[in-house]
């Protein structure tokens, strides 16, 4: 990386530092005068040239230069400057008197058509931890000065950067290393420090730094050009450069091993790391530091990168298809599109224009997938050794030709599919993801696809380990050691061309009495039926949320924010909720094959499913402030141990699509019935309370099969009315649906409530239940009814295809 590059990069980061100190109650080393004002402007600037002293000798001139970002005289401070001002939007903040309590995006983002914004939601100023205290926001007002919130995340990013200055002390230590390290501390430090209302200092320096080095191109006359009006200047700063596999439902479900679970999480995790390796080989081709990532999650990624990289972006697109194409048959397709960034698009919600380009330009890449290669196309496409419709050379997983298929247990595999078997497994002991940069290296040959052949060509190795790697070698330009839980993360330290950092990763999987769970396993530990449950969720509206939510305060940085704040849900909390369904003294019942993004995968035992759908459902409407237009909508099937997992992954996803066709979403699909999620509660709670009158044996198995019965009834006469074109009254209501299955229901509760005296109260409560709403509780009622009677049945789990 060019020295220039790299200032830009550091400026950028630490430009703002001094305002963590200030909200402290930080002294600064000489009094707030009228010297000082007419040097710096602000007093968190002085600060931030005071915190020099914690950097590395060699780059605490950079620094200094930058703390002068309010009154700058130099050229390193006013590319500060006007980079400060761009990712801000606002011409000038006055960060001393800011707010001391960071709102959460979620306070920000109205989906059109979906009710107002929670107000008044602030995120607590405590270090990134996957705890509910430091990761939830709360309506607290007023929350306080945040003094002391503000010193002890002083106080941990000084000790953090004090062993990173001795471990880059010596001259000519690798910049890189240290801004990914850089990057970390700042993530968990100042995430939740606020730079201006609702965006936190990590995004406004990240964000500083990645334009920063966007404009470090530039000449004097042209930064000086771009200071002047840059919210009236149609100067491009950047491209935003935003990257998408497709594929992944094929990839992940087309695949027909029996119960191979870790298959689907090896797979899974596959396309993670591609995401992540194509990110970093573009940004090091264009000579980038990771500062200009602005977030990969979920298989997609986004950068910002100079305006002058197109043409090398566009060759740098040309490669990956290229590779992509040679290893995985067209299978997979990384679309990459790009749109720029005038200095005009950062100010007044003006960012959703290029938002809302680079997203089209997405599709277009989408729809003709490969295309940029052109006539090379059918050359790459055509492989002799892998067209010759040779059965014995034809994996039987993923059903493409290679030489090295091997036999492995009933099943004949490619190298890819076992290498990606072997990555879910390696996955369930690790405790760090070890990331190293290397020489890109891609051959032709007899491309195989094998995650390390992929990842290879884009200049990165990856492992797995259950401990921390010794030193890298010599082929290794940069070693990335990541925790995937926060014990790891403690043992950490900062090594020379080292980053180490936390990184979420949801991995949990069952440890069953013989060692390493299985899906049967799960299966047999469920309560009454022994069934698997497959579920799926994802958030609604998502894609609204982006292009139309933020309105007129749409910028990079809040667009980063909501991404992360979606993610941290999905890749960090769902961890610690799920494993509360393995504890250490009984039976494991849970396995995440999937969870990040704005989506999530698991399998389990099902009654546990149906358990932790409802907690990760009850705890993201809290995480959102009860968000009118953010919720989740899901499907979870049951299945025996038998049946495909694949498949069973597919029925899950079409339960989830039925769940979103209910008008509004935010609905469950359980047991082939789609209910929104109040009304699940609700009959979540009639299974316990319908459970423990049989329990108690106040109540025969015949109630539950006449609240069954009643539903069918009930379901039958919906659709048949629906059938007929009716469904809705003449005033437009829905149509309620009357039998003659409601007298008799009341008649058979009438003599059951006799027959059985001591549980006369909870039938009589059960008649009202059936009347209401017009008799359109029959649906929950009965779905109660039948998560009860699959509860308490008794089952030896060797049927076929469950419920
Ligand atoms: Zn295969």
């Given at each position: 990386m060019a020295a220039p590059i790299f200032e830009a990069a550091l400026a950028g980061l630490l430009h703002d530092i001094g305002l963590v100190a200030l909200r402290a109650g930080v002294a600064p080393p000489q009094p707030w005068g009228e010297a000082q004002r007419e040097e710096f402007g602000q007093a968190h600037a002085l600060l931030s040239a005071a915190?020099?002293?914690?950097?590395?000798a060699q780059w605490q001139p950079v620094l200094a230069e930058a703390a002068h970002h309010h009154r700058p005289r130099t050229r390193l401070a006013r590319l500060v400057a006007i980079s400060e001002a761009l990712a801000t939007g606002e011409p000038e903040v006055d960060e001393d008197g800011g707010p001391s309590h960071l709102l959460s995006i979620f306070s920000r983002v109205a989906i059109p058509g979906q009710g107002a914004a929670p107000e008044g939601l602030y995120l607590p100023l405590l270090p990134l931890a996957l705890q509910k205290e430091a990761l939830f926001p709360s309506r607290a007002s007023p929350p306080g000065d945040g003094r002391a919130g503000h010193a002890a995340l002083w106080q941990g990013l000084q000790d953090r950067l004090a062993g990173l200055q001795r471990a880059y002390a010596a001259p000519g230590a690798d910049g890189a290393a240290y801004l990914g390290n850089l990057l970390h501390l700042l993530r968990q430090y100042t995430g939740c420090v606020p730079a201006g209302a609702d965006v936190s200092l990590y995004d406004h320096s990240r964000i500083t730094a990645a334009l920063a080095v966007c404009l470090s191109g530039c000449s004097d006359t042209e930064l000086q050009a771009l200071a002047q009006r840059p919210a009236e200047s149609d100067v491009p700063v950047a491209l935003v450069v935003v990257g998408d596999i497709s594929g992944v439902q094929d990839f992940i479900y087309t695949i027909t091993p029996r119960g191979a679970a870790s298959a689907l999480r090896g797979r899974s995790l596959y396309l993670q790391l591609l995401s992540d390796a194509v990110a970093s080989y573009v940004l090091a081709r264009l000579g980038l530091?990771?500062?200009?990532?602005i977030y990969s999650s979920g298989g997609r990624f986004c950068l910002l990168v100079p305006p002058a990289a197109a043409a090398e972006l566009a060759e740098l697109r040309r490669y990956v298809s290229r590779v992509l194409l040679a290893h995985h048959a067209g299978a997979l397709y990384m679309a990459l599109g790009h749109a720029s960034l005038p200095a005009s698009s950062f100010y007044q919600g003006r960012f959703a224009g290029p938002w809302a380009e680079v997203n089209a330009a997405l599709r277009r890449s989408k729809d003709r997938r490969f295309s940029e290669l052109g006539a090379e196309l059918h050359q790459l496409l055509f492989v002799p050794w892998r067209d010759q419709g040779n059965e014995e050379r034809e994996c039987q997983v993923c059903h493409l030709e290679h030489p090295r298929c091997r036999q492995e247990g009933e099943l004949r595999k490619c190298p890819a599919c076992r290498a990606l078997e072997e990555l879910g497994e390696a996955l369930r002991q690790a405790r760090y993801l070890c990331l190293d940069e290397v020489a890109p290296s891609f051959q032709g040959g007899e491309p195989a696809g094998t995650p390390q052949e992929v990842l290879a060509a884009f200049g990165m190795r990856a492992r797995l380990l259950d401990e921390l790697p010794p030193p890298a070698g010599p082929d290794v330009e940069r070693r990335h050691v990541l925790a995937l839980d926060d014990e790891a993360a403690r043992l950490l330290e900062p090594a020379p061309r080292c980053v180490v950092g936390r990184r979420f990763l949801v991995n949990v999987t069952p440890v069953g009495p013989h060692g390493v769970g299985r899906t049967g396993d799960l299966a047999g530990a469920s309560q009454g039926v022994k069934r698997l449950g497959v579920l799926r969720l994802d958030v609604d509206n998502l894609g609204a949320a982006f292009s139309a939510g933020l309105g007129a305060r749409a910028s990079l940085s809040r667009v980063a924010a909501l991404s992360q704040a979606i993610d941290q849900y999905f890749e960090g909390w769902v961890e610690v909720l799920a494993r509360e369904?393995?504890?250490?003294d009984s039976p494991h019942r849970a396995y995440s094959i999937y969870s990040g993004g704005d989506d999530l995968f698991f399998v389990g035992s099902w009654d546990a499913m149906a358990g932790l759908a409802r907690r990760i459902n009850a705890d993201f409407a809290e995480y959102t402030g009860y968000h009118p237009g953010l919720h989740l909508s899901g499907g979870l099937v049951l299945v025996t141990e038998r049946y495909p997992l694949y498949q069973a992954a597919r029925d899950a996803g079409q339960a989830e699509e039925e769940a979103k066709l209910l008008p509004g979403k935010n609905a469950f699909c359980f047991l082939g019935q789609t209910l929104p999620w109040p009304t699940l509660e609700r009959a979540a709670d009639l299974t316990g309370r319908l459970r423990e009158l049989l329990k108690a044996g106040k109540v025969s198995r015949g109630l539950l099969r006449l609240l069954i019965t009643t539903q069918a009834a009930y379901e039958e006469a919906r659709l048949r009315t629906l059938r007929e074109g009716?469904?809705?009254?003449?005033?437009?209501q829905p149509q309620g649906y009357y039998g003659p299955w409601v007298p008799r229901a009341q008649y058979m509760l009438a003599r059951m409530a006799e027959l059985h005296r001591s549980a006369a109260r909870e039938i009589g409560e059960l008649q009202e239940l059936l009347r209401e709403d017009d008799y359109r509780a029959v649906a929950w009622v009965g779905l109660a009814a039948r998560w009860a009677e699959l509860l308490t049945r008794e089952d030896s789990g060797r049927e076929e295809k469950g419920a």
């Open positions: 915190a020099c002293s914690h950097l590395p530091p990771p500062t200009n990532l369904y393995n504890p250490s009716g469904g809705h009254t003449l005033t437009g």
